[in-house]
Each structure stands twice: as structure tokens, then as C-alpha cells.
């Protein structure tokens, strides 16, 4: 129950439903999802760990709100873990590790950009990222990555008026570097990738006036 109570906020928070600063109240939410406190009290610290809420005194629950520099802490985090990842994907698929999961993944995100929904699309962005850090079969990668990818979706949805077809292009590029066994051009175009990505966002963020603490 817990768990799904957790999906039920974490999409709410995502999509804006619960804005950011807003306070998640026990009483309102046990009401909207028809559950009681329990479920809603275990959820919270989940969504604590994964970035999505933080408690405050006198306050309780309140949802995250994005700053430029936790935007900025997530993009260095994603090109230290990544850029490694691409490198370490590729040099598994040279020695024989399928890379048919990533090309499912690319599938799955080409399918999603067809629906035009910031939601799917974001979901299916966030997978895609994973599946390379699956590549390397570094369990410790793998991890790590699992306790930020909550945070990625969120902030590819807030950053979904970009052109997702150029997020493709650079899925697509990423796919052919792992899937070439050629470590060096994985790393530069995860690099790459990432680093375009960050300019990117960070230009939406700070025009973006409904969003707390980025201008």
C-alpha cells in the first residue's frame, strides 16, 4: 500500500499536481486517495530519500523546490556516473555483452516521443540512461544511479518543452558509440550529451517564472 501511495505522490509531484513548496497535509491526501494515515506516513520517508520532499519544523512534508544549484549538483553527478557508464557499457558490449536492451530502451523512447506526452516521454528518457549504467554490469553504478533517477525524470518534465527529437538524436548517437565497443567515443558522447543537456535545461529553468528559486 505504501508503495503505490509513494507512485500515487511521486507522479503527482512530477506533474506538477503538488507544486513545489507546497505542503503535502496528511488529512487532504488521506481523503484524496481515499487511504488512511499509515500508508501516507510510510511513503513520506521514501520520497524524503529519493529528493522529491523535504520535512521541515513546524511544517512537515513539504515538496522539494528546485534551485540552479541542486539543478547543477544532479548534472555533475550524471557526467561523473555516465561518462564512466558509457565507457564501461561499451567495453562490455566489445567483449560480448548484448546491447539489445539499449536498443529496446532507444525503442521505447521513439515510441514515447510518437504519444507527445512530457511524462512518458521523460520516463522513458530517465530508462534509457539507466539501461547503459545496466550495461556495465557494476552493481554499485546501478545503485547509485537507482537513487537519482526519480530526480532526473523530474527535472526532463519540467524541461519538456524542449525539442525531444533532439533528446533522441542524442540517444540514438549514445547507442551506436556503446554498441561501436569503442570506449573513448562512448565517454565523449556521454559527455557530450550530458553537458548539452545541461545547457540546455538550465536555459529553460531560469526563463521558466513558475518555478521557485531559478531566476
Known amino acids: 500500500m505504501s508503495r503505490r501511495i509513494y507512485d500515487e505522490l511521486r507522479e503527482g509531484i512530477i506533474r506538477g499536481r503538488y507544486p513545489q513548496g507546497s505542503r503535502l497535509a496528511e488529512q487532504r491526501l488521506a481523503e484524496e486517495l481515499r487511504v488512511s494515515r499509515v500508508p501516507l506516513r510510510e511513503a513520506v ?17 513539504v515538496v522539494t523546490t528546485w534551485t540552479v544549484d541542486m539543478a547543477h549538483e544532479l548534472f ?72 537519482v533517477t526519480g530526480r532526473m525524470m523530474w527535472l526532463f518534465y519540467l524541461t519538456s518543452e524542449l525539442n ?5 538524436d542524442g540517444h540514438e548517437e549514445l547507442l551506436r558509440a556503446v554498441e561501436s565497443g569503442n570506449e573513448r567515443v562512448a565517454e565523449s558522447i556521454a559527455y557530450a550529451h550530458i553537458e548539452r543537456d545541461r545547457d540546455e535545461s538550465m536555459r529553460v529553468l531560469v526563463e521558466r517564472r513558475d518555478v521557485p528559486d531559478l531566476a
Not at 46 to 53: E, N, Y
Not at 120 to 131: P, Q
Not at 164 to 168: I, S, V
Open 76 to 147: 555533475d553527478l550524471r557526467l561523473c556516473m555516465e561518462v564512466g557508464a558509457a565507457r564501461f557499457a561499451a567495453r562490455q558490449v566489445a567483449r560480448g555483452q548484448s546491447v539489445e536492451p539499449l536498443r529496446a530502451a532507444l525503442d521505447r523512447c521513439r515510441e514515447g516521443v510518437r504519444t507527445g506526452d512530457p511524462y512518458r516521454i521523460s520516463g522513458d528518457s530517465t530508462e534509457f540512461h539507466e539501461v547503459v549504467v545496466d550495461l556495465t554490469s557494476n552493481s554499485l553504478m546501478r545503485s547509485v544511479m537507482r537513487s
Open 164 to 168: 525531444p527529437d533532439d533528446a533522441l
Open 45 to 61: 520517508p521514501l520520497l524524503v530519500v529519493d529528493g522529491f520532499v523535504r520535512t521541515l519544523p513546524r511544517r512537515g512534508a
